[in-house]
T-cell receptor, first 118, second 113 residues
Framework: GAVVSQHPSWVICKSGTSVKIECRSL??????MFWYRQFPKQSLMLMAT?????????EQGVEKDKFLINHASLTLSTLTVTSAHPEDSSFYIC??????????????FGPGTRLTVT | GDSVTQMEGPVTLSEEAFLTINCTYT??????LFWYVQYPGEGLQLLLK?????DKGSNKGFEATYRKETTSFHLEKGSVQVSDSAVYFC????????????FGTGTRLQVTL
């Protein structure tokens, strides 16, 4: 089946620093990748949608200058949390949609990255 | 806007018990409905889906029926196993696309011997 990996699986960083999270589709090409954020005991909230080779589309309320998304290839998207603060601590999950077939194809999810900002 | 409400967990059942996890939604038109499962340490996996009213999605013994009249998509399994222990998420997306998934809060299921 389609596999999506994330790296790192968990990271601790100091307040004011930046951290990059990678999302890779391992056995398929993904024209579209999605980034979600999940707070404890809450649902996944879509942050942004990225299409390969173009700018990401951010959901309302998500700061595009704080959460930089790059989707430079059909198998890799990155999320950089810039100038991180403790309130950015969360579980970040990516998903990828297969480039083949119609637009209604399934999203495949990564295992998530837990970010803790101290 | 669209929203999904599912029962709070955790749900604890003995092996071979009957499972129901309730899910209701608010959306315009006829969204597609999904159940995802997340096993410990893994990403969300699509468990089943339904794209129109009265459709029944099924997989691995799990079933859910798209009920437009009650805006519900309850997940059921007749006999759970310890290996079914996981977090289950109900979700919806606008018609005809798997984009813009809106998730419920997830329900943790713990099955004991």
């Amino acid at each position: 089946g389609a596999v999506v990996s994330q790296h790192p699986s968990w990271v601790i960083c100091k307040s004011g620093t930046s951290v990059k999270i990678e999302c890779r589709s391992l056995d398929f090409q993904a024209t579209t990748m999605f980034w979600y954020r999940q707070f404890p005991k809450q649902s996944l909230m879509l942050m942004a949608t990225s299409n390969e080779g173009s700018k990401a589309t951010y959901e309302q309320g998500v700061e595009k200058d704080k959460f930089l998304i790059n989707h430079a290839s059909l198998t890799l998207s990155t999320l950089t949390v810039t100038s991180a603060h403790p309130e950015d601590s969360s579980f970040y999950i990516c998903s990828a949609r297969d480039a083949g077939g119609l637009a209604g194809r399934e999203q495949y999810f990564g295992p998530g990255t837990r970010l803790t900002v101290t | 806007g669209d929203s999904v409400t599912q029962m709070e967990g955790p749900v604890t059942l003995s092996e071979e018990a009957f499972l129901t996890i309730n899910c209701t939604y608010t959306a315009t038109g006829y969204p597609s409905l999904f159940w995802y499962v997340q096993y410990p340490g893994e990403g969300l996996q699509l468990l089943l889906k339904a794209t129109k009213a009265d459709d029944k999605g099924s997989n691995k013994g799990f079933e859910a029926t798209y009920r437009k009249e009650t805006t519900s998509f309850h997940l059921e399994k007749g006999s759970v196993q310890v290996s079914d222990s996981a977090v289950y998420f109900c979700a919806l997306s606008p018609p005809g696309t798997a984009s813009k998934l809106t998730f419920g809060t997830g329900t943790r299921l713990q099955v004991t011997l």
